[in-house]
């Protein structure tokens, strides 16, 4: 997901900082169900930024079979920290 995070100009120009929990859904193929955000950063600028990073990811790689039941359910922290 990292490669896929792009820190908002905005948030950038004001220097907000933040962690933001993404709850998130994938299907069998690895493809995103639905993606929400469980622990905001307090920047609604960032927190849409961590969703769009997790939907850009997708598809994610299959897991080897059986190993999981779908659809599989994952959280997921994304980080913007200016430096």
Do not use: H, W
């Amino acid at each position: 997901v990292g490669a896929f995070k792009k820190y908002p100009p905005e948030a950038k120009s004001r220097r907000e900082q933040g962690r933001v929990k993404v709850r998130f859904r994938v299907d069998a193929d690895g493809e995103i169900m639905s993606a929400e955000v469980v622990d905001g950063s307090g920047s609604r600028d960032l927190d849409r930024a961590a969703v769009n990073a997790v939907k850009s990811a997708s598809p994610f790689p299959r897991a080897p079979s059986g190993m999981f039941s779908y659809p599989l359910t994952l959280e997921l922290e994304v980080s913007f920290e200016l430096t």
